[in-house]
């Protein structure tokens, strides 16, 4: 009985021993694998500082990923990760679907407005095989806790700096693990706390496999103190806000590159003049024009709740061969929400 307990005893150690070994020896190559893909992405250059493999889990964590767009001249990277944990989802297995769930702790992303050739930019075909190659099984499960997401122009003056922390996302069922789930399988849910204090909160379904994925959201940006938005107001609506907070909420679909959707902003409590800090700051034709826009914003509101508020409607084809289809979207985006916020402010001027 003990020969036979000592040999067991044995036959343990030495699988220990084993996996031990291919762990030890699996670390620098897998950093290095990982370091290469990342360099691979056209125009970006990037690095991890450490990997950690566990192989009784079917996992490896990555921790503080950096990705630099080598184009960007500014101290923020594209992308940096403090932690990362890259695993099989145990549980889908029993439904016969080998896929991955990734956890990620504090991503930043910094978004830089540029004038470059967006032709240079990654396609989504570069984004997925990278991605694919960091984890080549497909992807069904997604978590990001504490998260932040920053847009920086640096053409404007002042510079624009608009950012969202404390971001929580979870994504579910990207893979299409569960079937009968219909057209928009997978379900994602967001919150955040942006610039100027306000609540994001949003709800979306998604079909992410399709090579244009179809979605259907609902998004709402409750209470922003809209002074901490003069940078971006004065670029594209030419005031100056002293006083004010603003909402917006928004339904979008994209269906076979379809868009569809509206946006709708409130602006309550609006003040856009100070007279004595306005004249000797922009003269005095800056000033009469603020103390227009004021005035109509006053008569415009709702007496009971005292909002400004506007529908402008987002709609398009995204499907142009000549363009990039992410940027296509953008752009629409980006044009929908600019007009929403001048509407605003001042839609009736």
Do not use: C
């Not at 343990?12 to 694998?33: D, E, Q």
């Not at 992308?79 to 890259?86: E, G, K, P, S, Y």
């Not at 806790?145 to 996302?169: E, N, W």
């Amino acid at each position: 009985m003990f020969k036979t307990l000592k040999k067991s005893t044995k036959v343990v150690l030495s699988i220990f021993l084993v996996l031990l070994v291919l762990r030890i020896a699996l670390t620098p190559i897998v950093k290095s694998y990982v370091n290469k893909q990342l360099n691979e992405l056209p125009g970006y250059k990037g690095h991890v500082d450490d990997i950690e493999i566990s192989l009784y889990r079917g996992a490896y964590q990555i921790r503080g990923l950096v990705l630099d767009k080598i184009s960007d001249t500014t101290k923020y990277a594209f992308l940096n990760i403090q932690h990362a944990d890259l695993s099989i989802e145990w549980k889908s297995i029993w439904k016969g679907k080998l896929v991955s769930e990734i956890e990620l702790s504090a991503p930043q992303i910094h978004i830089l407005r540029e004038s470059a050739d967006l032709s240079k930019e990654p396609s989504r075909r570069h984004w997925s095989e990278t991605v694919k190659s960091l984890m080549p099984i497909t992807i069904n499960k997604l978590v990001i806790q504490k998260g932040s997401f920053t847009y920086l122009d640096r053409q404007a003056s002042p510079h624009i700096d608009l950012h969202v922390d404390s971001m929580q996302l979870t994504a579910y069922n990207l893979a299409n693990v569960d079937e009968d789930n219909g057209q928009l399988p997978a379900t994602l849910s967001i919150s955040g706390t942006s610039i100027g204090g306000g609540k994001l909160n949003g709800d979306m379904k998604l079909n992410i496999l399709k090579e244009i994925p179809d979605f259907d959201l609902d998004l709402e940006l409750r209470d922003v103190d809209m002074t901490s938005l003069n940078s971006f107001i004065k670029e594209y609506a030419t005031v100056d806000v002293e006083r004010g907070t603003f909402s917006v909420f928004t339904e979008l679909k994209l269906i076979d590159g379809q868009i569809d959707g509206y946006v709708k902003p409130f602006v309550k409590d609006l003040k856009v003049l100070d007279w004595k800090k306005d004249v000797k700051k922009g003269g005095f034709f800056q000033a009469a024009k603020e103390a227009v826009v004021g005035l109509v914003a006053k008569v415009v509101e709702n007496p009971k709740k005292e909002t400004v508020a506007t529908t402008v409607v987002i709609e398009g084809n995204i499907k142009d061969p000549k363009t990039s289809t992410w940027q296509t979207f953008l752009g629409i985006l980006k044009n929908g929400f600019i007009k929403a916020l001048k509407q605003g402010i001042e839609g009736t001027v």
